[in-house]
């Protein structure tokens, strides 16, 4: 099991910044890949982006690439989202999620799931 606690989130003003955190606890939190997920109200849950288990690989969903950024601390068993840019359609919550093996696109392919942390950006 691996359990996964998102922070960092709250409200922002449109063109301002902030950084999400996923802490893991339990099994080896090196052994996963990483992932960030979001769902606005109304809408389905979408890919943000996701990072593999060394950190030398990165993906991103295309809405975000070039304004967020994900990295890792395997030493703290941390993942991070920093965003930037931020935008009123940013607005959802955000989870962090782990993925063993598989697709880093698919929420379906991940294994354990935080329980989410609101994002709102005002205009």
């Known amino acids: 099991q691996v359990q996964l606690v998102e922070s960092g989130g709250g409200l922002v003003q449109a063109g301002g910044s902030l950084r999400l955190s996923c802490a893991a606890s339990?099994?080896?939190?090196?052994?996963?890949?990483m992932g960030w997920f979001r769902q606005a109200p109304g809408k389905e849950r979408e890919f943000v982006a996701a990072?593999?288990?060394?950190?030398?690989?990165?993906y991103y969903a295309d809405s975000v690439k070039g304004r967020f950024t994900i990295s890792r601390d395997n030493a703290k068993n941390t993942v991070y989202l920093q965003m930037n840019s931020l935008k009123p359609e940013d607005t959802a919550v955000y989870y962090c999620?782990?993925?063993?093996?598989?697709?880093?696109?698919?929420?379906?392919?991940?294994?354990?799931w935080g329980q989410g942390t609101q994002v709102t950006v005002s205009s």
């Open positions: 990072i593999n288990w060394g950190g030398g690989y990165t």
């Open positions: 999620a782990a993925l063993l093996s598989g697709v880093p696109f698919s929420e379906y392919e991940y294994d354990y």
């Open positions: 339990g099994r080896t939190f090196s052994g996963y890949a």
